[in-house]
């Protein structure tokens, strides 16, 4: 089984930027769909963004056209750029395998002045 590590979160001001990590420790370049969801306090985890082993990414309205996922398959590596960060974007953003429903330990988001 594939494990993952998210990195990268942390607090940052309403229009900031930030660039989530997701380290696995095994190859991702058979798992066709690579996904970051996040859960906000209270709420259910919701999906964020997904990039398929070759290269179609997929958004929820939300963050679209503010965010941008990319993988590196030769790095087993998944990235979640994040910019004109809003307070709503605060929460704990997970990535992993969906099909398999396999997930990372969380990389905590917090956008607050």
């Known amino acids: 089984q594939v494990q993952f590590v998210e990195s990268g979160g942390g607090l940052v001001q309403p229009g900031g930027s930030l660039r989530l990590s997701c380290a696995a420790s095994g190859s991702i370049s058979s798992i066709y769909t690579m996904a970051w969801y996040r859960q906000a306090p209270g709420k259910q985890r919701e999906w964020v963004a997904t990039a398929t082993v070759g290269g179609i990414t997929q958004y929820a309205d939300d963050v679209k056209g503010r965010s941008t996922i990319s993988r590196d398959n030769t790095k087993n590596a998944v990235y979640l750029q994040m910019n004109s960060l809003k307070p709503e974007d605060t929460g704990v953003y997970y990535c992993?395998?969906?099909?398999?429903?396999?997930w990372g330990q969380g990389t905590q988001v917090t956008v607050s002045s």
């Open positions: 992993g395998d969906p099909s398999r429903n396999y």
